[in-house]
């Protein structure tokens, strides 16, 4: 049996170039790294909703049938976000009060989270993916300039660390020794681990038939710097998600603010949109308000 932190670092390396060769290759075949189907209440959500006029009463009716789903959809509902004035305890209203594209996005996170249910640190992914979600619809409509639908944001901002859940049910996360990794931030901030679940997510996203803008964006959440400048599509939604991470970290842990002065990528997606220090400042303040 492994103890040793060093014999885990071991093991994380070889998994980390293991992944490497697949993204190079562009092929999903090892069975270390098994893409989970995407199951089929959300296909037919999704169907529904790229319709001209989809149907509210079919769109409750599939979530209905999922009570995982379901419950989740009114949790949110019922959340102070919404500031819903009785509890709200309807399929039909809960979709009125969140929206398609909310309600959509959170079933999806929910089957999602779901794949690493087993593991101590799936709640905690799920309450920041949800944060970063909000945090980047806000973020939209004040950053107008980046011309990013608050949809798209709130979309991306909720399914941007989604690699994380098949990740933790992995080999060298699913022995005793994974223990050790009790916060999200130890996977989010190491520069392997960070790339590990952001190219997780790209291949996850892209077979569950999600736009690929959305699916880039993911795959580059971690790795600002190798975007293409003529992408600017990608860039922008890139920069938004990061800095509504970063917003999202500064609120729950405000320490952490210390450590953005000399981030690299937080310099650099801040030259991109040509923001200041007190630019950036600015809209967290903002946010931090409406968050707590």
């Not at 964006?217 to 890139?238: G, R, S, W």
Request: negative net charge; charged residues 20%; proline residues 5%.
């Amino acid at each position: 049996m492994l103890t040793e932190k060093s014999d885990i670092k071991s093991i994380l390396k070889c998994y980390y170039i293991k992944l490497k060769v697949i993204i190079r290759s562009d092929i999903l075949q090892s069975n270390d790294f098994n893409i989970p189907p995407c199951p089929q209440v959300i296909t037919d959500l999704t169907k529904e909703r790229s319709r001209p006029s989809p149907d509210l009463r079919k769109i409750a009716m599939l979530i209905e049938s999922d009570i995982a789903i379901a419950a989740g959809i009114l949790k949110t509902a019922n959340s102070p976000l919404f500031g819903a004035s009785r509890r709200i305890s309807d399929i039909g209203h809960a979709i009125m009060i969140l929206g398609i594209t909310r309600v959509i996005d959170i079933a999806m996170a929910l089957k999602m989270s779901a794949i690493g249910k087993q593991h101590p640190l799936t709640s905690q992914i799920w309450e920041h993916s949800r944060a970063v979600a909000e945090i980047a619809t806000v973020v939209a409509k004040v950053l107008k300039f980046m011309d990013i639908l608050p949809n798209i944001a709130h979309t991306t901002g909720l399914l941007h660390d989604c690699g994380l859940f098949p990740m933790l049910q992995s080999k060298p996360f699913t022995s005793s020794n994974s223990k050790m990794i009790t916060d999200i931030s130890t996977l989010d901030m190491d520069p392997e681990k960070s790339m590990m679940h952001s190219h997780w997510g790209y291949y996850m996203l892209k077979s569950w038939g999600l736009p690929e803008v959305v699916c880039q964006a993911v795959k580059y959440h971690h790795d600002f710097e190798n975007i293409p400048d003529a992408d600017t599509e990608l860039k922008n939604l890139a920069a938004l998600i990061i800095l509504s991470e970063q917003i999202s970290w500064i609120i729950s842990n405000p320490q952490f603010e210390q450590k953005l002065k000399s981030n690299e990528t937080h310099i650099s997606v801040l030259d991109y949109l040509l923001l200041t220090f007190e630019d950036f400042n600015e809209i967290k303040n903002d946010i931090w308000v409406t968050q707590c």
